[in-house]
């Protein structure tokens, strides 16, 4: 299931697909103090070359049980297609050799890691942060149901960088030399 703009749901349903069942598969929250992080490599890019400024990006880190070092990426926003191995989708997405130079630090990534299982049993969305101050939705909504069957709209926690919330927040720096032992 796929929906523009919805990356947050579009994970939550990918996550309890039934490819997954034997993998290791992982939620990463992507986003920074700013909430403005530059993600190279997507669809809605201003153009190729171009990154654009997401607030919040959510994909799938999975790696099939057993596989050392087998890390990968399903964005269905990306144009680099799913699945791609983790250290490329780094590359190409945030320019992971030359990010850190050339991008000031405010704008870094920041990456809320959590295992797929607590996402699904965790996550809860009215959708209210896609409507504009009169109410009307800046994006279409997907044709499903929201997702908000645990209670009130959780989404901002999962984007929030603090650590009192489920999993654990990591840099760029980080993600990119976790091994298979350390995830």
């Known amino acids: 299931m796929y929906h523009p703009n919805y990356c947050e749901e579009n994970m939550w349903h990918l996550c309890q697909s039934a490819q997954f069942a034997e993998w290791d598969c992982r939620v990463l929250f992507i986003t920074n103090p700013l909430r403005c992080c530059p993600l190279w490599n997507q669809k809605a890019a201003p153009a190729p070359d ?19 070092g087998t890390w990968q990426i399903w964005d269905s926003d990306s144009t680099l297609g799913s699945p791609i191995a983790l250290q490329e989708y780094l590359t190409q997405t945030f320019g992971l050799g030359i990010f850190l130079e050339q991008v000031p630090q405010r704008f870094h990534p920041h990456f809320r890691m959590l295992s797929a299982r607590t996402y699904v049993t ?10 504009s101050d009169a109410g009307e ?12 069957e645990r209670g009130p709209s959780n989404l901002s926690k999962f984007w929030e960088l603090g650590p009192n919330f489920v999993g654990e927040v990591l840099d760029l720096m980080t993600l990119a030399e976790l091994s298979y032992e350390h995830v």
Request: a neutral charge; aromatic letters at 14%.
């Open 122 to 131: 965790t996550f809860s969305s009215d959708r209210s942060h896609m409507l």
């Open 137 to 148: 939705y800046v994006q279409p909504p997907p044709p499903w149901p929201p997702i908000n």
């Open 50 to 68: 171009k990154p654009i400024f997401w607030d919040y990006h959510v994909v799938v880190l999975a790696s099939q049980s057993g596989e050392k």
